[in-house]
């Protein structure tokens, strides 16, 4: 039978992309290029031509590698947009100690060997522009987008799961604002795991006193993120854009701002300020959680602590490296990961040049 657990799948939920990184993930409302597959697939309509973006990012001091990868192609015909992600995170090299020690109890470190934890995910998105009204020389438009997931998760040798979920975003525009929804798992996603011990294992498992899983069902339940955006320019060449996201999950009390018995909310803000849309600045912050003090020995007083983040972006000619530096929010030993990005548009008819 399927439980459903909180965090399940959250290696979905790290973000993708410098640009959203560096904003603090707030990128529901304003996502247009090909990552806008992962943050809302509606955002995909924005592209006037072909774009490739590719991520590697070292978390932890490099223990776990998170690489992701997107493509996208406008029909022009039909004025739709297809796109296709992939995403690994991975913890590599962790030992495997059930042979450590020897039936007569001596200990041999020889027998030590190492094994990789991966996720994986399979994001294949569709998206297309329904018109509304015109309005002047403005054409209103709602922009809407979906996803059907595969999830691959491996524990070594040892399990091994398959999942299947979708996702449907909806975006907004008017000439000073955008406005987004993301409906993440909205049919609740499912992990379906089976466990493959040998013999051996399972009677050292046994003797150790650990349980031995047969199989289970993990869920995930829906989580809707609401956005709003504003943009201008405040000086010639100089525009400003500043996005709010709250993401409302309901799969129990998660340690965000507002959390609940069944729902919990986490905001986010992300700011992004360009010049002749070459070169780029940004910020945001998320994660507001509440945590124990570790500056306090007693183990009575909790603070709240946030991931805030920074970040750059230059692009030329149909190219866009961006940068994101961001921390974990460890108070005692903070743990900062440098990101980048690069997105690659190929030529083909106009020249994308928007967001």
């Not at 409302?29 to 509606?42: D, F, I, R, T, V």
């Not at 866009?320 to 690659?344: C, K, R, V």
Request: aromatic share 12%.
């Amino acid at each position: 039978m399927g439980q459903a657990r909180t965090y399940v799948n959250e290696f979905l939920n790290l973000g993708a992309g410098a640009r959203g990184l560096a904003m603090g993930t707030a990128q529901v409302a304003s996502s247009g290029n090909a990552c806008a597959g992962y943050w809302n697939p509606a955002g995909l309509t924005q592209l006037e031509q072909p774009q490739l973006s590719l991520m590697h990012a070292a978390y932890f001091s490099g223990i776990g590698n998170y690489d992701f990868a997107t493509a996208a192609l406008p029909l022009t015909a039909s004025q739709a947009v297809l796109g296709i992600t992939l995403l690994r995170f991975a913890v590599d090299d962790i030992p495997n100690t059930l042979y450590l020690v020897n039936p007569d109890g001596s200990v041999n470190y020889d027998n030590v060997t190492t094994f990789s934890a991966a996720d994986y995910a399979l994001l294949c998105s569709y998206a297309r522009t329904i018109p509304l009204e015109q309005v002047g020389d403005d054409a209103r438009n709602l922009q809407v987008g979906g996803n059907v997931k595969i999830i691959h998760r491996v524990v070594g040798s040892f399990a091994s799961s398959w999942g299947f979920g979708l996702d449907a975003g909806l975006q907004y525009r008017l000439p000073h604002w955008m406005f987004g929804l993301m409906l993440k798992d909205i049919t609740t996603t499912f992990n379906a795991w089976t466990f493959h011990f040998t013999d051996a294992e399972k009677q050292i498992l046994f003797l150790t006193q650990n349980d031995i899983p047969v199989k289970s069902t993990e869920l995930t339940l829906p989580q809707l993120i609401p956005a709003v955006a504003w943009h201008t320019f405040i000086h010639e060449k100089w525009r400003i854009l500043i996005e709010t996201d709250v993401a409302i999950a309901t799969d129990g009390r998660r340690n965000t701002l507002i959390s609940g018995n069944k729902i919990s909310l986490d905001p986010r803000v992300g700011m992004e300020l360009s010049y002749n849309q070459i070169i780029f600045i940004r910020a945001g912050i998320s994660h507001l959680q509440h945590t124990q003090d570790d500056a306090d020995t007693t183990g009575q007083h909790q603070i709240w602590v946030s991931q805030p983040a920074v970040g750059a972006g230059f692009q030329w000619k149909g190219f866009q490296l961006s940068y994101a530096f961001t921390n974990l929010a460890n108070q005692s030993q903070p743990l900062y990961s440098h990101i980048f990005s690069l997105d690659i548009d190929i030529p083909h008819k106009k020249k994308y040049a928007g967001y």
